[in-house]
């Protein structure tokens, strides 16, 4: 089993890449997830989770944009100037930041509800 899983996963680096990736992802907010879900509960912890994990892309994405890799660029290679690499960083800092405002507003109507529901 052991030489399967070798033979699979090196066969294929782009598709071990995809999968060690989304192994990790899961493993590190499903953690975070385990951890609020016992304290606070499948709602709440959902909703806390969400929040946290978001504010943190939010402002790692925000750090990538304001200090990129900067420095004397040789003048006989070709590439990217300083905004086109940040294009996909301040896309994912907005789009983060929408998703962090989202789970704002169901944290706030989870606690509405909570509210009316002690009434």
């Given at each position: 089993?052991?030489?399967?899983?070798?033979?699979?996963?090196?066969?294929?680096?782009?598709?071990?890449?995809?999968?060690?990736?989304?192994?990790?992802?899961?493993?590190f907010y499903g953690t975070i997830y385990l951890l609020t879900?016992?304290?606070?509960?499948?709602?709440?912890?959902?909703?806390?989770?969400?929040?946290?994990?978001?504010?943190?892309?939010?402002?790692?994405?925000?750090?990538?944009?304001?200090?990129?890799?900067?420095?004397?660029?040789?003048?006989?290679?070709?590439?990217?100037?300083?905004?086109?690499?940040?294009?996909?960083?301040?896309?994912?800092?907005?789009?983060?930041?929408i998703v962090f405002v989202a789970f704002l507003v169901a944290l706030k109507q989870y606690e509405e509800t909570q509210?009316?529901?002690?009434?």
């Amino acid at each position: 089993m052991r030489e399967l899983m070798r033979e699979l996963l090196s066969a294929n680096l782009f598709v071990t890449g995809i999968i060690l990736t989304v192994a990790s992802i899961l493993v590190f907010y499903g953690t975070i997830y385990l951890l609020t879900y016992t304290n606070l509960g499948k709602r709440l912890g959902f909703l806390v989770t969400g929040a946290g994990v978001s504010a943190w892309w939010t402002i790692g994405s925000l750090l990538f944009v304001l200090y990129a890799p900067r420095g004397p660029r040789p003048a006989d290679i070709e590439g990217l100037n300083a905004f086109e690499i940040r294009i996909i960083p301040i896309t994912f800092m907005l789009v983060s930041a929408i998703v962090f405002v989202a789970f704002l507003v169901a944290l706030k109507q989870y606690e509405e509800t909570q509210e009316r529901a002690d009434l």
